[in-house]
């Protein structure tokens, strides 16, 4: 009795003193809860959760209330009473009264994590558009990666936006089709955890490609339920998904997710379109340890009408839906294979180890220009490579107390490595026959990495100092030259950046942020007139989010960018189109209420103005720069019974060329989705364009000549929008 009277009053002393408090946050299935917000109401000393659910408070006394939240969670308040307290939460709809500010949330982040969990991810394809502003078109059959449009970037299929997967590196250096190529459709929407949005290049972790963001996708460790679910649609349209949680314990969990689409679009000529996806996720925790093997597999194939010209469907030679060269297409394929190994020590600090392995394959036939260089057997050409990729990260994060300031201080390392087998680009004939090769070669490119960072807290201020350091190692044979021989180039880039985050109360903040980002060139043509030069961009954002009321988020933002020179490699004609320097400034505003506990609006629009630096005025036009977007939309969500959502896209019109002398029409569209759900069946129905308007998804000022001209024509050629499109689903969870 003696011994617990002695126990109890270490503690109460130690509690009395303002010693640190730690426990456990687990939900009602006892499994711990990562990265909550822990905050003590009187101090406002905050911490958050580990992968374990672990925290640590600071500065903490017998009988201050402590505070519990995250978006999905119900906010819980408790007395401390003792230096160990383990709590359970509990799960509910998102609510915008859980959103807490903290220098640890990204602002754009907090947005997109809203938008998921309001109106989930529906395709592969919708993935991306959960950013702000970010707007996608599709021009190839579907199985091409889509077009990124955002911050008055023409990002190609991704050469200013990185985007990741659970850490796994998406983008494609020196591709068959262009720098960067950033093909998403290996993701199973289902299958996603949360959408984790940066923009610009302010965080250490943004390495190549982050010019205007990063897209960081995190699957889920664990299903809430199993299910089967059959869609079913216009235009031959089907998918089939199955998913299946066969581990499902508190320190283990174990789940595989399969798809299968197919489709014939809207084209007079189907696109026979067919893809087959696997996701599947291994979690083990053990101790202060937690393993995460990921395994992914996809391949599609199909055939595209291409990219036709106005003046064709003008004369009405063919319809919108026509095509000109119907013989394009293509198929590809992904393997993905990741091992995370999670470290937790008791001097509040984490290590966590990333090892994975790519096996990439592409095939892709196009035509663009018809008869413009081969009046005889046609212009169509043939990209093709057979990849590898090898990578290995390690990230380490510590909690730090140097002069009563609070710093987590956080450095990496790491390297990736592309093993290109056959990267090439032919003029061929009717898929069979090559008639010239462009280029022909193996790449073997590498990337070393690391970076430090500070999050240094003062008071209702944080400075976020941050340096990376990128050293890259570019090689090519070329198969066409006449010694064959590998070259090698070396280049290094240093990124300093710098955040200064302002936070009076966890339902405002505002922020100023500078940065240095890049892509890199392509190392086919490191190695010839362009040098090892690495062009940089120098990037500002200054702004705010403001929770104004339990029920509503406003983020308002300014932004300017400086790139040094826009290298793009055309992968559809082998070159670089060195394009000069450029100028950006923009504005953004996003907006959610929640007027009810089941309803929802959201509403963003953004301003760019994007110009050439050095070039005369009214040439200067950067082409198919987005200057004006507006998305938004109204959900109504509901665990159980009726559910559904309507949302819209405008986009206006925008310069095709350096003098706007050829316009990309803008355009509106709007979607709706509804549903009923019980205990186990889910019934729902989605309605793309719904009111059928007639709008091109893709557009190009292109130079081409058709059989039966003398002359070549610029004009804008398209990819037609889908019109009305329902899609019906069915899912059944056991």
């Known amino acids: 009795?003696?011994?617990?009277?002695?126990?109890?009053?270490?503690?109460?002393?130690?509690?009395?003193?303002?010693?640190?408090?730690?426990?456990?946050?687990?939900?009602?299935?006892?499994?711990?809860?990562?990265?909550?917000?822990?905050?003590?109401?009187?101090?406002?000393?905050?911490?958050?959760?580990?992968?374990?659910?672990?925290?640590?408070?600071?500065?903490?006394?017998?009988?201050?209330?402590?505070?519990?939240?995250?978006i999905g969670f119900n906010p819980k308040k408790i007395v401390c009473t003792s230096a160990i307290v383990n709590v359970q939460v509990t799960t509910q709809s998102?609510?915008?009264?859980?959103?807490?500010?903290?220098?640890?949330?990204?602002?754009?982040?907090?947005?997109?994590?809203?938008?998921?969990?309001?109106?989930?991810?529906?395709?592969?394809?919708?993935?991306?558009?959960?950013?702000?502003?970010?707007?996608?078109?599709?021009?190839?059959?579907?199985?091409?990666?889509?077009q990124i449009f955002y911050r008055g970037f023409d990002i190609d299929h991704g050469t200013d936006l990185q985007v990741n997967v659970d850490g796994l590196p998406v983008n494609m250096v020196s591709h068959a089709h262009g720098q960067?190529?950033?093909?998403?459709?290996?993701?199973?929407?289902?299958?996603?955890?949360?959408?984790?949005?940066?923009?610009?290049?302010?965080?250490?972790?943004?390495?190549?490609?982050?010019t205007t963001g990063t897209v960081n996708i995190s699957s889920k460790e664990r299903l809430s339920d199993n299910r089967i679910k059959l869609e079913v649609g216009d235009f031959n349209s089907q998918r089939?998904?199955?998913?299946?949680?066969?581990?499902?314990?508190?320190?283990?969990?174990?789940?595989?997710?399969?798809?299968?689409?197919?489709?014939?679009?809207?084209f007079e000529s189907p696109q026979n379109f067919k893809r087959f996806n696997i996701n599947s996720k291994y979690i083990k925790r053990i101790e202060d340890t937690q393993l995460a093997f990921t395994f992914?597999?996809?391949?599609?194939?199909?055939?595209?009408?291409?990219?036709?010209?106005?003046?064709?469907?003008?004369?009405?030679?063919?319809?919108?839906?026509?095509?000109?060269?119907?013989?394009?297409?293509?198929?590809?394929?992904?393997?993905?294979i990741a091992l995370a190994i999670t470290n937790s020590y008791s001097d509040n600090s984490e290590l966590k180890h990333l090892l994975y392995y790519t096996n990439y394959q592409f095939d892709l036939y196009s035509n663009f220009t018809f008869f413009l260089e081969n009046p005889v057997d046609g212009d169509q050409i043939h990209q093709k490579e057979n990849r590898a990729i090898f990578g290995y990260q390690s990230d380490y994060k510590k909690q730090l107390n140097i002069a009563n300031k609070e710093i987590l201080f956080s450095a990496g390392l790491g390297v990736r490595a592309d093993k290109v087998k056959d990267n090439q680009l032919s003029s061929t004939k009717n898929k069979t026959e090559i008639l010239e090769r462009i280029q022909y070669g193996?790449?073997?490119?590498?990337?070393?990495?690391?970076?430090?960072?500070?999050?240094?807290?003062?008071?209702?201020?944080?400075?976020?100092?941050?340096?990376?350091?990128d050293y890259f190692s570019f090689?090519?044979?070329?198969?066409?030259?006449?010694?064959?021989?590998?070259?090698?180039?070396?280049?290094?880039?240093?990124?300093?950046?710098?955040?200064?985050?302002?936070?009076?109360?966890?339902?405002?903040?505002?922020?100023?942020?500078?940065?240095?980002?890049?892509?890199?060139?392509?190392?086919?043509?490191?190695?010839?007139?362009?040098?090892?030069?690495?062009?940089?961009?120098?990037?500002?954002?200054?702004?705010?989010?403001?929770?104004?009321?339990?029920?509503?988020?406003?983020?308002?933002?300014?932004?300017?960018?400086?790139s040094e020179q826009e290298f793009v490699y055309v992968g559809d004609a082998g070159v670089v189109e060195p394009n000069g320097a450029s100028e950006r400034v923009g504005l953004s505003l996003n907006t959610r209420?929640?007027?009810?506990?089941?309803?929802?609006?959201?509403?963003?629009?953004?301003?760019?103005?994007?110009?050439?630096?050095?070039?005369?005025?009214?040439?200067?036009?950067?082409?198919?720069?987005?200057?004006?977007?507006?998305?938004?939309?109204?959900?109504y969500k509901k665990d159980k019974g009726f559910y559904g959502g309507i949302d819209f896209l405008h986009l206006t019109d925008r310069p095709a060329n350096e003098d706007n002398s050829i316009v990309a029409d803008g355009y509106t569209l709007t979607n709706l989705n509804a549903g009923y759900r019980w205990n186990k069946v889910e019934l729902g129905i989605q309605i793309q364009n719904l009111f059928d308007v007639e709008w091109n998804e893709t557009q190009f000022a292109t130079e081409s000549k058709l059989a039966n001209e003398t002359n070549s024509v610029e004009e804008i050629h398209f990819t037609p929008g889908t019109p009305l499109f329902v899609k019906s689903s069915i899912t059944y969870k056991f």
């Not at 959960?130 to 996608?136: F, H």
């Not at 430090?452 to 990376?468: M, Q, Y």
């Not at 070259?487 to 936070?503: F, I, M, N, R």
């Open 593 to 635: 209420l929640q007027p009810t506990r089941n309803l929802f609006v959201n509403f963003d629009a953004n301003y760019t103005h994007a110009r050439f630096a050095n070039e005369p005025n009214g040439e200067d036009y950067v082409p198919l720069a987005p200057s004006f977007t507006l998305k938004g939309g109204i959900t």
């Open 475 to 562: 090689g090519y044979q070329d198969f066409l030259s006449t010694d064959n021989k590998l070259k090698e180039q070396t280049s290094a880039v240093v990124s300093p950046k710098l955040s200064v985050l302002y936070t009076p109360v966890n339902s405002f903040q505002a922020y100023v942020k500078l940065g240095q980002g890049f892509h890199t060139n392509d190392s086919r043509l490191v190695l010839n007139s362009l040098g090892n030069d690495i062009p940089k961009a120098y990037t500002t954002d200054v702004g705010f989010v403001w929770r104004a009321d339990p029920k509503v988020l406003i983020g308002l933002g300014a932004w300017a960018m400086y």
């Open 240 to 266: 089939l998904l199955f998913m299946n949680q066969f581990i499902n314990k508190t320190n283990e969990s174990a789940y595989v997710a399969t798809e299968y689409i197919k489709s014939d679009g809207p």
């Open 94 to 146: 998102i609510a915008l009264e859980q959103v807490v500010l903290t220098s640890g949330v990204s602002a754009s982040s907090v947005i997109t994590a809203i938008d998921v969990e309001t109106n989930p991810v529906k395709s592969a394809q919708e993935l991306l558009t959960k950013v702000p502003g970010l707007i996608i078109g599709q021009h190839a059959g579907g199985g091409k990666a889509e």
């Open 180 to 210: 960067g190529y950033a093909d998403l459709h290996f993701v199973i929407p289902e299958t996603i955890k949360n959408l984790d949005f940066k923009a610009g290049t302010y965080n250490a972790k943004q390495g190549n490609f982050a």
């Open 296 to 336: 992914s597999h996809f391949e599609s194939n199909w055939n595209a009408s291409g990219q036709i010209p106005e003046r064709a469907v003008n004369n009405g030679s063919i319809s919108r839906f026509g095509a000109i060269d119907d013989t394009e297409g293509g198929e590809t394929a992904r393997t993905n």
């Open 1 to 70: 009795m003696k011994n617990v009277i002695y126990i109890a009053l270490f503690w109460v002393t130690s509690i009395a003193v303002g010693q640190t408090v730690k426990g456990v946050v687990a939900n009602q299935n006892k499994t711990p809860v990562e990265y909550m917000f822990v905050v003590n109401q009187k101090t406002q000393e905050h911490a958050h959760t580990n992968f374990k659910g672990e925290f640590r408070l600071a500065n903490t006394y017998v009988g201050d209330t402590i505070i519990f939240q995250k």
């Open 442 to 469: 193996d790449v073997n490119e590498t990337n070393f990495f690391g970076y430090v960072s500070g999050d240094i807290e003062l008071g209702k201020w944080n400075i976020i100092p941050a340096l990376r350091v």
